[in-house]
């Protein structure tokens, strides 16, 4: 799902002047880049370089964008050259603010997202990776194995007028949310008491697995926290020959590390209401529900065939 504003001429020009202005960037062409969830994205052209831009105006999700900035220079500096590398400023800022938005730039990175089972194995090692990277330091959000996600989506639910399609999608799908919601509190529980082993994590590695002409990225790092591995190895928890691909990129990289089951079903059931709030955000002022619908009964209903049988 990508952003849809319809931007004019006007906006466009704004926007140009201001990354020349800022970033030395002297663009001849811009168009809509289809990347990404949050915020819109552009792919400037200049005469010998392309760039990504992204904006995000959204206040809950400006500062998450901002701070991961630093964290995305710290892999950089660290010999992590798979993922989006930021461009900065003429001020040597990583980010700046436009028109209310905070704004990044990025090499552009040409390529196409692949899901499979080769692609799967790849993207492992590819995080094993970067999880040898140092962490001391770094100023990053950390994992607290909370139930925030459910609560945020219960109170916005709650807020809804009865009468749209969205509210009643999800009271077709009620007992399955509640279920899930409780199921979390459980899982929850279980994880809080223990914090250790934590690693720089994606949260999406496998949305944004990038296949280039000549080597692989992972890209869109805009919610790296501090997290278990289980964080970027929930999806593919319900198949062994992932799971083991998983642990064979871990020990390659010098990591002694097990994947635990009850921190597989955490995030099994927390992503589950992270991508609800977010198909909220994108869906309660519009009738459309197509992508929310496919997503309650489509590919992670799997992991939850894997998930709901953990006692």
Not at 104 to 116: A, K, L, M, P, S
Not at 201 to 216: I, K, M, S
Request: net charge negative; proline share 3%.
């Amino acid at each position: 799902m990508y952003s849809n504003v319809v931007r004019s001429d006007g906006y466009i020009r704004r926007l140009l002047d201001f990354v020349r202005c800022e970033y030395g960037i002297d663009a001849d062409d811009i168009s809509p880049a289809k990347r990404g969830f949050y915020g819109e994205t552009w792919k400037l052209c200049a005469a010998d370089r392309r760039y990504f831009v992204k904006l995000v105006y959204a206040a809950e999700h400006k500062g998450v964008y901002e701070n991961s900035f630093a964290v995305i220079d710290h892999m950089n500096n660290n010999g992590i050259d798979f993922i989006s590398k930021v461009v900065k400023s003429v001020s040597e800022n990583l980010s700046v603010q436009f028109d209310g938005a905070v704004i990044g730039v990025f090499d552009w990175i040409d390529g196409e997202n692949r899901q499979d089972e080769k692609s799967k194995i790849l993207e492992y090692q590819m995080m094993a990776k970067v999880y040898t990277v140092p962490t001391e330091g770094l100023n990053i959000q950390r994992e607290d194995f909370s139930t925030k996600s459910a609560e945020k989506f219960m109170n916005h639910w709650a807020l809804l007028p009865p009468d749209t399609p969205i509210n009643a999608l999800f009271e077709r799908h009620r007992a399955r949310i509640e279920h899930r919601a409780e199921r979390l509190r459980l899982f929850s529980e279980r994880c809080a008491d223990d914090t250790s082993r934590f690693f720089i994590t994606h949260g999406d590695a496998g949305g944004n697995y990038v296949e280039g002409v000549d080597r692989n990225y992972i890209v869109d790092w805009d919610t790296p926290i501090l997290a278990p591995p289980e964080r970027d190895a929930w999806v593919c928890m319900c198949w062994d020959w992932a799971v083991e691909g998983f642990h064979d990129a871990l020990r390659q990289n010098g990591i002694d590390y097990i994947l635990r089951k009850e921190r597989l079903a955490y995030y099994c059931y927390h992503m589950f209401f992270f991508y609800l709030n977010a198909y909220l955000d994108r869906f309660k002022h519009t009738s459309e529900t197509q992508g929310l619908e496919e997503y309650m009964s489509g590919w992670i209903e799997e992991s939850f065939q894997y998930a709901d049988k953990m006692p």
